[in-house]
């Protein structure tokens, strides 16, 4: 427990991000261990700036606290993920950004879900795009392909009720805490999700939500599937982000065939077409068995 309290310490420090946070356990084999170093060694042996550890003190004196923060939050159904967990989604572990601590909520356990996509788009979908991002997530929910989105107004929460409807299981990614998500979750989506697969969030569970940490929560969505659908999005929207982290990542982005401005750009990229009325979970499984060469875990 005390490295978890130390990992979820470490994570509140601004600007410490997955690259550096790697590189601190590198250097001191533990967070327990680059706590007790302090700030001053951390600078010098892992090469990070003084002005990002100007919290750390501060974090380290807290480590017995927050480790009753965590038995409080595990009643109540809420824990801290870190990477060496069994039920860190392998998935996400497998991206060069994963975030050292997943706060998640729900009885999913993606690690042993066959295949799951990301069901993306804009808050202000037309009625049509509602209503094709419900078809296509209550056809994978009943696929058995998990349903992973960003609980937002428009096509996340159409593609969230459309996987409930088919009896599937779906995630939802929150760009904010995710006892703020259930507080403030539109219509009781966010409950419903938790209860129909999980909730998950980089961000510390009372955290507000953020221009920037809905942008910083697109990798997780893309890190979550093996595939991302985009049903109508923006050019400059959340979705085309989401798309954009998936390609680097090296996972296949598929779009339905639509006249929004980010469906356009993307296939003009070269993303994989949808049509309406196609199979698509079988259209799903042949998109990652081409990019991982026939073995969706690879």
Same mark, same amino acid.
């Given at each position: 427990m005390m490295e978890r309290a130390a990992r979820v310490a470490l994570s509140s420090l601004a600007g410490l991000g997955p690259v550096r946070f790697r590189k601190v356990l590198e250097v001191f084999g533990s967070a327990v261990g680059a706590l007790e170093a302090g700030a001053e060694e951390i600078r010098e042996r892992a090469g990070l700036p003084e002005s990002l550890l100007e919290g750390l003190a501060d974090a380290s004196? %807290? &480590?017995?606290? !927050?480790?009753?923060?965590?038995?409080? =939050?595990?009643?109540?159904?809420?824990?801290?993920?870190?990477?060496?967990?069994?039920?860190?989604?392998? %998935? &996400?572990?497998? !991206?060069?950004?994963?975030?050292?601590? =997943?706060?998640w909520a729900g009885q999913a356990d993606l690690n042993r879900v066959e295949l799951a996509a990301a069901v993306v788009g804009s808050r202000e979908a037309?009625?049509?795009?509602?209503?094709?991002?419900?078809?296509?997530?209550?056809?994978?929910?009943?696929?058995?392909?998990?349903v992973v989105s960003g609980l937002a107004a428009g096509i996340d929460e159409a593609a969230h009720e459309g996987a409930l409807e088919g009896g599937g299981v779906t995630v939802g990614v929150c760009g904010c805490g995710l006892l703020t998500a259930l507080v403030q979750g539109r219509g009781g989506l966010a409950g419903r999700v938790r209860e129909g697969g999980g909730l998950c969030s980089e961000l510390a569970p009372t955290a507000p939500l953020l221009p920037q940490t809905l942008f910083a929560r697109d990798r997780i969505i893309a890190g979550l599937a093996d595939v991302v659908i985009?049903?109508?999005a923006r050019a400059e929207g959340g979705a085309v982000h989401t798309a954009k982290c998936a390609t680097e990542e090296g996972r296949p982005v598929m779009v339905v065939q639509v006249p929004a401005t980010g469906n356009r750009q993307l296939l003009a990229e070269g993303a994989q077409a949808i049509h309406a009325g196609e199979d698509v979970v079988a259209a799903v499984r042949e998109a990652v068995r081409q990019a991982c060469g026939g073995d969706p875990a690879a």
């Open positions: 004196g %807290r &480590l017995d606290s !927050i480790q009753e923060e965590l038995a409080t =939050l595990d009643e109540r159904g809420v824990r801290a993920l870190i990477w060496e967990d069994e039920d860190y989604p392998r %998935r &996400l572990a497998r !991206i060069s950004s994963a975030p050292p601590v =997943l706060w037309t009625e049509e795009g509602c209503q094709e991002a419900r078809q296509i997530g209550a056809d994978l929910g009943r696929g058995g392909v998990a985009v049903v109508e």
